[in-house]
Nanobody, 130 residues
Framework: QVHLEESGGGSVQTGGSLRISCVISGSGDAKRRYSLAWFRQAPEKAREAVAWISGVGRRNYADSVKLRYTLSRVTGENLIWTHLDIDNLRPEDSGVYYC????????????????????WGQGTQVSVSS
């Protein structure tokens, strides 16, 4: 069974930086080829993908966060980590951030949808105050 767990959220002032992380366990070596993504859900808004990386290492970002968000992926012996570094935080970055994984090695050219991912973490809250 695949398990995802996020950490690192919190309250930050506008202009600050934050790193949120996700550790992925289970499923043996198969998870090394999983595609991963970070989704954000702001209050009363739909959950949207903000950063994603395919199982072959192709990385992409939503237009609204490019140049401020950096996704990284670290492969350990039994665990996979994905980190999302956010710079120059703005109030509109606030929301619950979810880590997601799929067995699909490739993702389409456009932002992935929630339905593209089988595995989800519980989310971590990021609050940016002005």
């Amino acid at each position: 069974q695949v398990h995802l767990e996020e950490s690192g959220g919190g309250s930050v002032q506008t202009g600050g930086s934050l790193r949120i992380s996700c550790v992925i366990s289970g499923s043996g070596d198969a998870k090394r080829r999983y595609s991963l993504a970070w989704f954000r859900q702001a209050p009363e808004k739909a959950r949207e993908a903000v950063a994603w990386i395919s199982g072959v290492g192709r990385r992409n970002y939503a237009d609204s966060v490019k140049l401020r968000y950096t996704l990284s992926r670290v492969t350990g012996e039994n665990l996979i980590w994905t980190h999302l570094d956010i710079d120059n935080l703005r109030p509109e970055d606030s929301g619950v951030y979810y880590c997601a994984a799929t067995q699909q090695m490739t993702l389409g050219g456009t932002a992935p949808r929630q339905a593209d991912f089988e595995y989800w973490g519980q989310g971590t809250q990021v609050s940016v105050s002005s």
